[in-house]
């Protein structure tokens, strides 16, 4: 037969046919009147070749089974069969890890699915951290405030998505009043104008502005800071630190360096309270 006929028979294709024989899966046959010409065997050993592949089982243990399955014989004794085994159970692996990303997959979709239906948009960050942010620029029009909270937002997006954000953070953008998003603008709009002139101030001057980026997360978390401290990861939070600090702005780094400090010294505080 034909190598078209023979891609007919088995459901497959005259290029995937040709791809066979180069990786030497499958036996290139003799020709007859200028033409491969495929026998029994061929189409035999391409049946078991599609039958083992759509099983889920890779190429490269297909030519290992086969090799020891000569014919449609059962595999040998010894080690003959052990490596089979062996292949065909490091496949069943293969695939339950791809059931588990596509698990993880359809959770993401379907809260992706949530937060569109709640009339959020679509983020790696939480959608409560989201909304902040977007209130945020919101409220502060264009300028300079605008340009620091969307690179804020940037970063968040970037550190959810990299997994280096504690989950514990987004329990600090739930429940604000409309005085702490007034306090949260003010803060926003008070680090631009200083950012700016970051080089005219001094030590103390930048402290202040840390602490004051503390003391806006205490007075809203409350009675439920100290648990929140306890529960945050630490190393976790520094490897947030750490990509903060190296997306900073150049110019803004002393401020990013002290409020990053100043975070890390609280939780740490928190932790051994």
Same mark, same amino acid.
């Given at each position: ?32 009147? @200028? ?8 189409? $035999? ?7 083992? !592949?759509? !099983?889920? +089982?890779? =190429? ?7 090799? &020891? ?26 695939? &339950? ?5 596509? /698990?993880?997959?359809?959770? /993401?979709?379907?809260?992706? +699915? ?15 951290? $989201? /909304? #902040? ?5 919101? /409220?502060?029009? &264009?300028?300079?405030?605008?340009? %620091? ?5 940037? #970063?968040?997006?970037?550190? #959810? ?9 987004? %329990? ?7 005085? $702490? ?6 803060? #926003? ?11 005219? =101030? ?6 202040? +502005?840390?602490? @004051? ?31 903060? =600090? ?9 401020? &990013? ?5 100043? %975070? ?10």
């Amino acid at each position: 037969m034909r190598i078209k006929e023979l891609a007919a028979l088995t459901g497959s294709t005259v290029r995937t046919i040709r791809y066979y024989h180069q990786i030497g899966l499958l036996p290139v046959p003799g020709r007859r009147d @200028g033409a491969r010409d495929y026998d029994m065997s061929h189409l $035999a050993r391409l049946v078991r070749v599609r039958w083992l !592949a759509q !099983a889920g +089982i890779p =190429l490269a243990t297909i030519a290992t089974v086969l090799d &020891d399955q000569p014919g449609i014989d059962p595999p040998g004794q010894g080690a003959s069969r052990e490596s089979v085994l062996a292949d065909l159970r490091a496949s069943v692996v293969a695939v &339950d890890e791809q059931l588990a990303e596509l /698990r993880g997959q359809r959770e /993401r979709i379907t809260g992706l +699915i949530a937060a569109v239906e709640a009339g959020g948009g679509l983020s790696p960050m939480p959608p409560v951290v $989201a /909304r #902040f942010y977007d209130e945020m620029e919101a /409220r502060a029009g &264009d300028g300079k405030a605008r340009r %620091l909270i969307r690179r804020e937002r940037d #970063f968040m997006e970037v550190a #959810f998505y990299r997994g280096e954000m504690p989950p514990e953070s987004a %329990l600090l953008y739930q429940g604000l009043t409309e005085a $702490a998003m007034a306090r949260s603008l003010d803060q #926003f709009r008070a680090i631009a104008d200083r950012a700016e002139q970051v080089h005219l =101030l001094d030590d103390r001057e930048i402290a202040q +502005i840390a602490d @004051g980026v503390v003391e806006r997360i205490t007075r809203h978390l409350g009675p439920d800071l100290p648990r929140l401290m306890k529960a945050v990861d630490l190393d976790l939070a520094r490897r947030a630190a750490d990509l903060y =600090l190296g997306l900073a702005d150049p110019r803004h780094r002393r401020i &990013d360096r002290a409020i990053a400090d100043a %975070l890390l010294t609280a939780i740490e505080k928190g932790q051994v309270q």
